[in-house]
Structures are given as structure tokens and as C-alpha cells.
């Protein structure tokens, strides 16, 4: 198992901004793609950003030119720095990751605890 340790969810007003980071808790061998998915209440999970090791971008065309997904390949750290957030952004947001453990391991997916996102006045 590879933990990946999300943060800096909370409560914020529409227009705000907030930054997520999840990080991989243990030495591993490699990470591939990395990225943030969200659910709300009631509906089923969705991309929000991917990010590849060697930079390729992808956004939901919910979220594009608001969020920026970047990543730390020395600290196997990938971030979501989101803008002008709206009360449609509220979720909870997952972080997701393809993790090689070990050189005699496979690359295998692995999902962070979620952190809630909620915007409102």
C-alpha cells in the first residue's frame, strides 16, 4: 500500500481561492501520472486535473483557466491551486496517483482520503 496524504481543504467565499497538495507518505520508486478528482453529494466522481511526470497538463472543461494542477517530482508532491472557485466547485477532492513502490512492483493506482472543498457566503 502507498498512503497519499491530501491537505488544505476548507471553507471559502465564491471568488476565493484555495491549494491543495497530496503528497506520497513513503519512499517509492516512481510516479507516473498524478491528478485530482472530486464528488459531490449525489453525484458520481469526476476528473478534475491530471498531470504526467514529464509535465503534460489535462483540466476539466469545468475548471480550466480557474485550477492549476502542478507537481514536485523530487518531493512527490502534486498540487491544485484553485481560483475564482464557485459554489459548483464544492466536493470532496481525491487525489490519485500511479505509483511504481519498488523496482520489482507494477505501477498501480492509489487514492487519497479526500479533502472537502466548500464554497459559499
Known amino acids: 500500500q502507498v498512503p497519499l496524504v491530501e491537505s488544505g481543504g476548507g471553507l471559502v467565499q465564491p471568488g476565493g481561492s484555495l491549494r491543495l497538495s497530496c503528497a506520497v507518505s513513503r519512499s517509492i520508486f516512481s510516479v507516473n501520472v498524478m491528478g485530482w478528482y472530486r464528488q459531490a453529494p449525489g453525484k458520481e466522481r469526476e476528473l478534475v486535473a491530471t498531470v504526467r511526470s514529464r509535465g503534460t497538463l489535462n483540466y476539466a472543461d469545468s475548471v480550466r483557466d480557474r485550477f492549476t494542477i502542478s507537481r514536485d517530482n523530487a518531493k512527490n508532491t502534486v498540487y491544485l491551486q484553485m481560483n475564482n472557485l464557485k459554489p459548483d466547485d464544492t466536493a470532496i477532492y481525491y487525489c490519485?496517483?500511479?505509483?511504481?513502490?519498488?523496482?520489482?512492483?507494477?505501477?498501480?493506482?492509489?487514492w487519497g482520503q479526500g479533502t472537502q472543498v466548500t464554497v459559499a457566503s
Open positions: 490519485n496517483a500511479n505509483v511504481r513502490a519498488a523496482f520489482d512492483d507494477p505501477y498501480r493506482n492509489y
